[in-house]
């Protein structure tokens, strides 16, 4: 895990991402809401598509059980920049035209650097799961 500190704005993020990281139904709920937004809004958030959903597709499959070996603070941070990227008030509203989308790109890229390397692992046993069915 990256030794960088957290952006303090991620940090409310993170508290709710430990109330909910063991409501499955709830986690649910946040990822339909954050692909729903991201499809809602793909010309804006196209500079970070692809790492968001890889973020959404892990958070999934550790919901339904297919992938946990992922340490518990790597998830927490993994839902806590989802739970940032839905929140529409954030540190720079996403509704400000052009830039209400750059603090959300940042966290996201944080949390990619974060946890790196469970997220490339995650990334390495999709793939290898694809190929087997």
Known sequence: MNTEPTPIHLKSSEKKAAEIVSNNNKLLTLLARAKDKAIENKGRVDGF??????????????????????????????????????????????????????DDAS??????????????????????RIQQN
């Open 49 to 102: 598509w692809g790492q968001l959903f890889s973020l959404l597709r892990l958070v999934h499959a550790w919901i339904n059980g297919d992938y946990r070996v992922i340490p518990i603070n790597s998830t927490l941070i993994i839902v806590a920049a989802v739970i940032y990227f839905v929140n529409p008030f954030d540190l720079i509203p996403d509704f400000i035209p052009v830039i209400g989308y750059l």
């Open 107 to 128: 966290i996201i890229a944080f949390v990619m650097k974060s946890v790196k390397g469970d997220i490339d692992k995650f990334i390495e046993w999709e793939q290898n």
